[in-house]
């Protein structure tokens, strides 16, 4: 019976634990203007990730600035992740402004992927948010490449009062058999 009690214990500490793994960000200035991250060399993987929240994380009253912010991945089936401003996995955006005007994302090399996420949400709410993508620009080049562009971006969520300025915003793939998909002000 006692073992039975202490296993008890440990799988609700255990429990409780995950509970608190929550990620907050709130009344606070990010500033990371032209930060900078690479990765070279066959399955290079240049990981970037400016004012995320994961596991039901929270942004609320604060500034993201990533303006001008630079990742790249460079050799063949290289990975390039950007990520400015996104709440994860039940997380909430409130009040919350994102500059990534001139933000690049890269990935050269045959089978490369490059994925940029700006202003977004999963499973959860977006309101009362500026996202200002100017210029942001996505690109993958090598054969069977894969872009994939997302600002202002919500996943099984809602969106509310949200203004997205991206024009001039490129997403590329080139090469043969390459793939590119851009969402721009989407809720799905």
Avoid: C, P, W
């Amino acid at each position: 019976m006692q073992s039975l009690v202490k296993t008890a214990l440990i799988a609700a500490l255990g429990l409780s634990a995950v509970g608190v793994m929550a990620g907050e960000i709130s009344d606070t200035d990010i500033r990371a203007s032209f930060a900078r991250n690479e990765a070279t060399n066959t399955d290079a993987k240049a990981f970037q990730h400016i004012g995320v929240t994961y596991g039901s994380g929270k942004i609320t009253k604060s500034f993201i600035d990533a303006t001008n912010a630079k990742n790249y991945a460079n050799g063949e089936g290289s990975t390039a992740r950007q990520v400015i401003g996104r709440a994860e996995n039940g997380g909430t955006m409130d009040n919350v402004k994102v500059y990534a005007t001139n933000a690049y994302n890269q990935a050269l090399g045959k089978g490369s992927t490059a994925e940029q996420t700006i202003g977004s949400v999963s499973n959860g709410t977006m309101k009362d948010v500026n996202i200002y993508a100017y210029n942001a620009s996505n690109k993958a080049t090598g054969e069977k490449s894969t872009a994939i562009q997302q600002i202002g971006v919500v996943k099984n969520g809602t969106m509310k009062n949200v203004n997205i300025f991206a024009e001039n915003a490129t997403n590329l793939a080139s090469g043969k058999n390459s793939t590119a998909e851009q969402k721009i002000g989407v809720v799905h």
